[in-house]
């Protein structure tokens, strides 16, 4: 059996009104990001999937105090550039398929998290996501 991506489409889009106060914003209804991964190794193999993004930046290159972040649980990572383990997973030999997306709720997976001292813009801030899934067998 083997180890993919089955499905890594689309984008995840925030929409924030900045208060003065550090938050932490949820996917806006806007976002399409899927990340399926089919597993179809024996039972109890073992995955895990990392993130990396760039810098958040307008259209002239000029950062926003924000990151982006992904929380799963109790667990908060900020992305960067240097690839990060986000999720890992062990195939219980029923189903080899995980939806990641499909389990976030609004206060799961990838969010923005904005600093207090962001100012409120008009402008649109992107990133590159680098998503890397890697065998993790013990």
């Known amino acids: 059996g083997g180890l993919d991506f089955k499905t890594v489409t689309g984008k995840a889009v925030y929409k924030a009104k900045l208060s003065g106060q550090q938050q932490l914003v949820s996917r806006d209804g806007s976002s399409d990001l899927a990340i399926v991964i089919q597993d179809s190794r024996t039972k109890g193999s073992q995955w895990q999937l990392t993130a990396a993004a760039t810098p958040l930046l307008d259209t002239n290159n000029t950062g926003m105090?924000?990151?982006?972040?992904?929380v799963d649980g109790n667990q908060s990572t900020t992305l960067s550039p240097v690839a990060a383990p986000v999720m890992s997973h062990q195939n219980d030999g029923t189903n080899?398929?995980?939806?990641?997306?499909?389990?976030?709720?609004?206060?799961?997976?990838?969010?923005?998290?904005?600093?207090?001292d962001a100012i409120q813009s008009t402008k649109t801030y992107s990133s590159d996501i680098t998503w890397t899934l890697a065998d993790a067998e013990q």
Do not use: A, F, K
């Open 65 to 70: 105090n924000g990151d982006l972040v992904y």
């Open 96 to 116: 080899g398929t995980t939806n990641v997306t499909g389990d976030w709720s609004t206060d799961q997976g990838l969010l923005l998290n904005v600093g207090s």
